[in-house]
């Protein structure tokens, strides 16, 4: 079972998640705050996350990410689903 730990304000969660869920799934499921101002269909930006742990263990980058210029450590929560354990930061929370 996948793990995230989110880095909120310097502290750490970490929460149990699906395979195939996204970052904001996860983050909703377990009251933890993230923006989606386009309601998670990756048109806004307000869940981007930055990735500091794990990476390799999320879905490549997809479309949208791609037209909305994501890149570096950056990943839509919306978008991006898990494989594995990783450790994201919420760029707004
Ligand atoms: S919620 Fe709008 S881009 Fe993810």
Do not use: P
């Given at each position: 079972m996948p793990k995230i730990t989110f880095i909120l304000n310097g502290r750490e969660?970490?929460?149990?998640a699906e395979p195939d869920q996204t970052i904001l799934e996860v983050a909703q499921a377990n009251d933890i705050p993230m923006e989606n101002a386009c309601g998670g269909n990756g048109f806004c930006m307000?869940?981007?996350?930055?990735?500091?742990k794990g990476a390799e263990n999320l879905s490549p980058l997809n479309e949208r990410e791609e037209a909305m210029g994501v890149g570096g450590d950056e990943r839509l929560?919306?978008?991006a689903t898990l494989k594995g354990d990783v450790t994201v930061e919420p760029e707004a929370a």
């Open positions: 969660k970490s929460v149990d307000t869940c981007k996350c930055h990735i500091r929560g919306c978008q």
